[in-house]
């Protein structure tokens, strides 16, 4: 029995240590939330899932700077059998570090219906995410259209969901 327990001890820190989204709570004194981070391996992005007001957010915060009101966004799942791939819009709040990740019609009050149906199966299944956003990039005067891309692990992705969409 003490030998079982060890067993399932070593595999519960393995699991714990690898999983790629991490789970907190926030406590700012006015609201008490729970929030589920992902780290891009590569360049430092950091995709994010926050309960406001009832509404699940799913987006993407890094270094790069999201002036553009709405951007262009590619998410393709890797899921065991085969990719999948949604194309979407990305809004910027007042935060131009970050871009809310939103259904196609793009309207910011509907960012909370983006993890549903499909996408949502697909989100929960996924063994990796590469997330690809456009934004306005300025050279010698002419603005043109470039792409930065993010990488994330999706170990983990459901207990993440299940984590901060039941929480109370």
Same mark, same amino acid.
């Given at each position: 029995m003490k030998r079982l327990f060890l067993m399932f001890l070593v595999f519960a820190i393995h699991v714990s240590v690898f999983a790629q989204w991490k789970t907190s709570v926030v406590d700012d004194s006015f609201d008490k939330y729970i929030v589920s981070l992902n780290f891009s391996k590569d360049n430092g992005a950091e995709a994010?899932?926050?309960?406001?007001?009832?509404?699940?957010?799913?987006? &993407?915060?890094? %270094?790069?700077?999201?002036?553009?009101?709405?951007?262009?966004?590619?998410? #393709? =799942?890797?899921?065991?059998?085969?990719?999948?791939?949604?194309k979407i819009t990305g809004g910027t709040p007042s935060n131009s570090k970050t871009l809310v990740l939103l259904p196609k019609n793009g309207v910011i009050g509907d960012a909370g219906n983006l993890l549903k149906g499909e996408?949502?199966?697909?989100?929960?299944k996924a063994i990796s995410?590469?997330?690809? &956003?456009?934004? %306005?990039?300025?050279?010698?005067?002419?603005?043109?259209?470039?792409?930065? #891309? =993010?990488?994330?692990?999706?170990?983990?992705s459901t207990n993440a969901y299940n984590r901060v969409s039941t929480q109370k």
């Amino acid at each position: 029995m003490k030998r079982l327990f060890l067993m399932f001890l070593v595999f519960a820190i393995h699991v714990s240590v690898f999983a790629q989204w991490k789970t907190s709570v926030v406590d700012d004194s006015f609201d008490k939330y729970i929030v589920s981070l992902n780290f891009s391996k590569d360049n430092g992005a950091e995709a994010s899932l926050v309960l406001l007001d009832g509404k699940l957010i799913f987006s &993407i915060m890094s %270094d790069l700077n999201f002036e553009d009101h709405y951007n262009d966004v590619e998410i #393709t =799942f890797k899921l065991s059998d085969g990719n999948k791939e949604y194309k979407i819009t990305g809004g910027t709040p007042s935060n131009s570090k970050t871009l809310v990740l939103l259904p196609k019609n793009g309207v910011i009050g509907d960012a909370g219906n983006l993890l549903k149906g499909e996408f949502l199966s697909d989100f929960k299944k996924a063994i990796s995410m590469k997330v690809k &956003i456009s934004y %306005d990039r300025y050279y010698k005067g002419y603005t043109y259209k470039a792409w930065e #891309t =993010f990488v994330f692990d999706m170990s983990g992705s459901t207990n993440a969901y299940n984590r901060v969409s039941t929480q109370k």
